[in-house]
């Protein structure tokens, strides 16, 4: 435990005082830290989750944005099987996250790892997470941040494959709440967002109401058929290359 403890300080700061150009260096720090953290095998992953935890609490908004994101690097890192072991866990904070009070950012980076975790666990045993990340996710659809949108669309896009028997009634609600951002958002003025409002419509169809279907553009009105293809369907990493390239 203390190992990981002193892996995880070196990504961690502890002064906000610390340099810029080391905080600048943080992705570097993360992949540093997932590569130790594969070659040291006696530290388990829920000893490196239980810091993260107390990192995601932090009184710093800094502190607390970088918990999220190294909860990303776990999710990455770690197998699906981990991944699923330790879902509540993880689901747990960054549910907290996505709420955050104070930091757009701990926000952002809350639904970028979302993004990352229920890719992994296909949407199984949610529970009550689904409304919890549901309800928070269409609030930011019509963000003014392009990022913040881009990702929130492509959150609502997965919830939409991963709601089942079981949320079908809630997250129709939820979808037909949000049909005036669902149709602004299609002609957003970030050409990323756009794109993914039209793959989350597509997503999101079996839940519309049928007058309001009538107001999305058809199949054969879409310039481009490849993206008929839901979100939900990615592998995290290829969400992790949009971000990491900045077309999220």
């Given amino acids: 435990m203390e190992q990981t403890r002193r892996i995880l300080s070196q990504l961690l700061p502890t002064s906000t005082s610390q340099p810029k150009k080391k905080r600048t260096s943080v992705l570097s720090f993360f992949s540093k830290v997932s ?3 594969k ?3 006696r530290e388990p992953l829920k000893n490196v989750l239980s810091i993260l935890a107390e990192r995601a609490q932090d009184p710093s908004a800094k502190k607390r944005c970088l918990a999220m994101r190294g909860l990303g690097t776990v999710a990455c890192e770690a197998p ?3 991944v699923r072991r330790y879902k509540k866990v993880m689901l747990d904070l960054l549910v907290k996250g996505l709420y955050d009070p104070v930091s757009s950012e701990v926000i952002h980076e809350s639904m970028q790892t ?5 890719g992994k666990i296909q949407g199984q045993g949610l529970g009550s997470f689904f409304i919890d990340i549901t309800l ?6 019509d963000d003014e941040n392009d990022s913040m949108r881009c990702l929130a669309f492509i959150l609502f896009g997965q919830l939409a494959a991963f709601a089942g028997r079981k949320w079908k009634k809630f997250f129709t609600h939820q979808v037909n709440q ?6 602004t958002h299609l002609q957003d003025k970030s050409p990323q967002v756009a794109k993914a409002c039209r793959m989350t419509v ?3 169809v079996p839940y519309l109401k049928p007058r309001m279907q009538q107001s999305f553009p058809s199949e054969e009105d879409q310039r481009n058929p490849r993206l008929s293809r839901h979100l939900s369907h990615y592998h995290p990493e290829v969400l992790l290359f949009f971000y990491a390239n900045k077309i999220l």
Avoid: H, N, P, Y
């Avoid at 949000?178 to 149709?183: H, K, N, Q, V």
């Fill in 80 to 82: 699906e099987k981990q």
């Fill in 136 to 141: 928070q996710t269409r609030t930011l659809l």
């Fill in 178 to 183: 949000a049909g005036d951002s669902l149709l």
């Fill in 202 to 204: 597509r997503a999101c």
């Fill in 35 to 37: 590569w130790k953290l």
């Fill in 39 to 41: 070659l040291q095998k």
């Fill in 114 to 118: 979302l993004t990352i975790v229920l």
